[in-house]
């Protein structure tokens, strides 16, 4: 089951009041600023890592926060435990 990106926009009723599976929408767009440092380690372990990419790697990092800050979600949690227990592709 993959993650319901729009979550955040019903839990605080700020979105347009359609679902995902009404609106279609599986993935959202989003731009932050990082500092250096993160950037750097990213781009590293990206490049030890062929089967991550940049994307992977954020929406992997953000389950890891929801799930150890309470969040309650089970795709948050599948997505969390399956980036924890992912095996390695030789």
Request: glycine share 6%.
């Amino acid at each position: 089951m993959p993650a319901d990106r729009n979550h955040l926009e019903r839990c605080h009723h700020i979105g347009s009041g359609l679902s995902s599976v009404q609106s279609g929408s599986t993935y959202v767009s989003m731009e932050a600023e990082i500092p250096e440092v993160l950037y750097r380690g990213m781009r590293d372990f990206i490049g030890s890592n062929p089967n991550w990419d940049q994307y992977r790697v954020m929406s992997s990092a953000l389950a890891h926060f929801l799930f150890q800050n309470g969040c309650e979600d089970r795709a948050v949690t599948e997505r969390y435990l399956d980036d924890l227990f992912i095996q390695p592709e030789s």
